[in-house]
């Protein structure tokens, strides 16, 4: 029969039974936020948690729609993959009853092969359009022959803050005013033409972060942004302009051929116009093709204006292309905050050989001693040739507060290197010398004469 229960016992287990859990108890906003760091798979798997529970994804502000979320039919028929995930989309908005902050969509490294893709993207952008949407992602290529272009409704989304997009055909109408909230702006393999990209970007009177890769048949290219930070170019340009982007703080350049040459002629110098439109830079990457078009002209020792700002600056160098090895020192001598410097030495294809006169690091040496202010040096893919060894040298002779340099060499270095390396005199007493070759050895601060 068992002990009677009493009423406090029953009192008791009643409270314990219908205390509801405190996640649910939660305000909506902590729930969506809760929620919204769940793939969306999980997320739609809660709705079986209880009856509380059963809409609370159809307002969660961050769609992303990506591996994540297709790990079950991953391994199906490539139809038969597309076909449901461009379904799992479909469901997931016909159901969303919430504000859309975010739509993320991936292809998930997946070819996608029927046309029908391009029609529901461009749909669902015409949804989220209609949802207020802050943030566009969609990392698709698709195929060049479905001639993908996004929806001339979506220049007319003054809500977006962030726009991601890595293909398809971007014509703004003429009527395109801009976009007044838009922050970064990121287009990678992008058919645009110079003109409509030029007004893209200077009709976003807020535009904080820029990256531009790979896109189709640009040669030049001008950058009007007065409110702009971070900018990053990956492609190949003829030439380009910086036009009121004295905020830049951050800024990547990089070209994979050496088609860009340069415009000016005379005593003019692309890197007192470049470095003219960057006081505020604090991160600088830039590749030798950059480096060759900032050589063009007449390089100065020194900028007139220091980079007092330059902490970090990664630089890919040709040593054998004594015109970059000046821009390059230029850019040095002017950046008396410097913390760190890497470099990556190239070796492409030799058309001209330099000569002594064309190359003589006697002149630099005998020059007036100006400073260096770096504290720790990388160098990577030397092969111990002279030009970069006199590179190096330059840098221990006349970098007084260096703290640490490594060298990583590249294949089939001569065995000498190490011993030519640690004989380098050195400015500074604490410098410390790290061959990353095979054998890694460390030398310290002593002053090899």
Not at 234 to 249: A, H, I, R
Not at 358 to 371: H, K, N, R, T
């Amino acid at each position: 029969m068992g002990r009677k229960q009493t009423k406090s016992t029953r009192r008791k287990l009643t409270g314990a039974c219908t205390e509801p859990d405190r996640i649910s108890c939660l305000p909506g906003h902590i729930i969506d936020r809760i929620l919204s760091h769940l793939p969306i798979k999980e997320a739609v798997r809660t709705s079986v948690l209880s009856s509380k529970w059963m809409n609370k994804w159809y307002t969660i502000p961050n769609l992303v729609f990506d591996r994540k979320c297709i790990s079950a039919i991953a391994s199906e028929d490539p139809l038969v993959f597309e076909s449901k995930y461009l379904k799992i989309v479909d469901h997931v908005l016909l159901l969303h009853t919430g504000p859309i902050n975010m739509f993320k969509f991936s292809d998930c490294g997946r070819d996608f092969i029927s046309e029908s893709v391009v029609t529901d993207i461009a749909r669902w952008i015409r949804h989220l359009i209609g949802r207020s949407i802050k943030e566009l992602v969609l990392e698709v290529v698709i195929e060049e022959r479905y001639k993908f272009k996004l929806p001339r409704c979506l220049f007319s989304c003054q809500s977006l803050q962030r726009i991601k997009l890595y293909s398809g055909w971007l014509k703004p109408p003429t009527t395109f005013k801009g976009f007044r909230n838009l922050k970064i702006l990121e287009l990678y393999h992008i058919t645009i033409t110079q003109n409509a990209l030029e007004n893209l970007i200077s009709s976003c009177p807020i535009l904080e972060h820029l990256t531009l890769i790979g896109l189709d048949d640009l040669t030049e290219i001008k950058i009007h942004a007065p409110n702009l930070k971070i900018l990053g170019i990956l492609g190949e340009f003829v030439d380009f302009s910086f036009e009121n982007t004295f905020q830049l703080t951050e800024l990547s350049l990089l070209f994979h051929s050496q088609r860009n040459q340069s415009r000016l002629s005379g005593c003019s110098s692309n890197l007192l116009k470049f470095s003219a439109h960057l006081p505020h830079i604090q991160h600088l990457d830039i590749s030798s093709g950059f480096l060759k078009y900032l050589a063009a002209g007449v390089v100065p020792v020194m900028l007139p204006t220091p980079c007092i700002n330059l902490r970090f600056l990664f630089m890919c160098i040709r040593f054998n292309d004594m015109n970059e090895v000046l821009a390059a020192l230029c850019l040095l001598r002017s950046s008396p905050n410097l913390q760190k410097l890497e470099i990556i030495a190239e070796h492409g294809k030799q058309t001209i050989l330099p000569t002594p006169d064309s190359y003589c690091w006697e002149e630099i040496f005998s020059g007036p001693a100006v400073p260096i202010s770096v504290r720790h040096v990388n160098i990577e893919g030397i092969s111990g040739i002279k030009f970069e060894l006199d590179f190096i040298r330059f840098l221990l002779m006349y970098s007084s507060v260096l703290e640490k340099m490594i060298v990583k060499p590249g294949l089939n270095v001569r065995p000498e290197l190490m011993t030519e390396l640690i004989r380098f005199k050195r400015a500074s007493g604490q410098a410390e010398v790290i061959y990353n070759g095979e054998d890694s050895v460390n030398y310290g601060g002593e002053d090899f004469p």
